[in-house]
């Protein structure tokens, strides 16, 4: 039987799975679905295998899809013991009957309804899809995917794997001095780097207008690779050290504590200036898709320098990996919760009233979701922006199967305000 940690955590990635795929309904980005959707494939594998460490998680993610395939012979033999057990056979027969009558009744009274009333017949139309080759193959690849996630829980929770092998704390095989000593040379590296590199971690535009040859776009590129090797490289550095470093006396924890959290630390420093840093090149250059999944990684990334402070005053981090994971999920459904492509309008618009900059050509390449905040603007600026917006929506009409918020709003609002083609259009000019 689970224990109540275990559960929890099942129901929270079961819930977070849930969430994930409701983005759809509700959001019209196709770029945040599908980040969704990914998202949504590790939180369902870690729902039905589990896992609390790392190495545990990683191996319920990839014994997922292997579980599909293995569960084709025990659904097999399911049923072939089914049928052996007494009348399984003439049940499902009576079932599949039942089903094709039902389907036959469907279809020749409401055929014959339909001929016989103009309005009943559109409304069978909107209901019913139209019969293609499109249509069939879409069903069957989400029929058999369908098929192959549900296979593969069932299996997994009717047998579930044996991870406790991959959860057990690894030996501690080094001496105080062979960790402690490189990590305080470390420590004082990252110490002297951050002092010398005040100025340039900070500096700001001050920073960037004095120094010769440097613009914003290599300002901020260069925080934003800085976050991601000093960042990497210092993960690698605390988990082999919280894997390793002995604690068993009040002389090696006090080290743990105070080495590992200086590098904790100084780590979030180079954070916040490169979290500083793309501010400052979203309010030069303006805000794109990128640069705000940019700023939302590097936010994620201090949070989790922050979850290890943590676990390094509690000597403890059992509970580490799990929160990382959820910690990326709950910052997924966030964004998703803020509307992405609505923040990233909003944010232009506004900088366009401030600056009177703007590059409609590439607001015009966002989702639905963006044309409240693009109906601010006014003449031309609003036409280039909402025009192949309009266009688009109005070409690819939402049945009730595919319904969404974000398209049903944005038709809501430019079927009052319809805007106008403009040749005059200018194109990308501001990106970088």
Not at 250 to 261: E, Y
């Amino acid at each position: 039987m689970e224990s109540a940690g275990p559960a929890k955590a099942r129901f929270f990635w079961t819930g977070a799975t849930i969430v994930l795929l409701g983005v759809g309904t509700f959001r019209a980005a196709g770029w945040l679905f599908f980040l969704c959707l990914c998202t949504a494939v590790v939180t369902g594998a870690l729902a039905v295998a589990g896992g609390r460490s790392l190495r545990a998680m990683i191996i319920a993610v990839l014994m997922t899809p292997a579980a599909g395939f293995r569960s084709l012979p025990w659904i097999k033999r399911g049923i072939t013991a089914a049928r052996r057990g007494g009348g399984g056979g003439g049940k499902g027969m009576r079932i599949s009957a039942t089903v094709a009558v039902s389907v036959a009744l469907l279809f020749v009274f409401g055929s014959l309804f339909a001929s016989a009333d103009a309005a009943f017949a559109d409304l069978v139309g909107k209901a019913v899809p139209d019969i293609d080759g499109g249509t069939v193959a879409r069903w069957i690849f989400v029929f058999v995917v369908a098929a192959f996630a549900l296979g593969s829980s069932a299996y997994l929770r009717a047998a579930p794997p044996d991870l406790s092998g991959l959860e057990r704390p690894g030996k501690r095989r080094v001496a105080r001095l062979e960790w402690a000593v490189p990590l305080m040379l470390l420590v004082l590296l990252f110490a002297l780097f951050v002092a010398v590199q005040l100025t340039v971690l900070f500096g700001g535009s001050k920073h960037v207008l004095d120094t010769d040859g440097l613009t914003y776009a290599e300002y901020a590129r260069g925080g934003f690779w800085q976050l991601l090797i000093v960042t990497g490289l210092t993960l690698v550095v605390l988990a082999g050290a919280a894997r390793w470093a002995p604690r068993e006396t009040k002389t090696d924890r006090m080290l743990i504590r105070g080495i590992l959290g200086s590098l904790a630390v100084l780590t979030l420093v180079v954070v916040a200036s490169a979290t500083h840093r793309m501010d400052l090149y979203a309010d030069t250059y303006g805000l794109t898709r990128l640069r705000l999944l940019v700023v939302i990684c590097e936010l994620w990334l201090g949070l989790v320098f922050l979850l290890i402070l943590v676990a390094g005053i509690r000597l403890t981090g059992l509970w580490l990996p799990r929160a990382v994971v959820a910690a990326a999920v709950l910052a997924l459904i966030g964004l998703s919760v803020a509307n992405p492509d609505r923040l990233i309008a909003d944010h232009n618009v506004t900088r366009f009233e401030q600056t009177g900059r703007i590059d409609t050509a590439y607001l015009s390449d966002l989702s639905a979701d963006a044309v409240p905040a693009l109906d601010r603007l006014t003449g031309k600026d609003r036409d280039c922006a909402l025009a192949p917006l309009a266009t688009d929506l109005e070409e690819n009409q939402d049945d009730w199967r595919g319904w969404n918020l974000g398209r049903y709003q944005a038709r809501d609002l430019l079927v009052h305000d319809p805007p106008h083609d403009n040749a005059n259009c200018p194109g990308y000019y501001d990106l970088y």
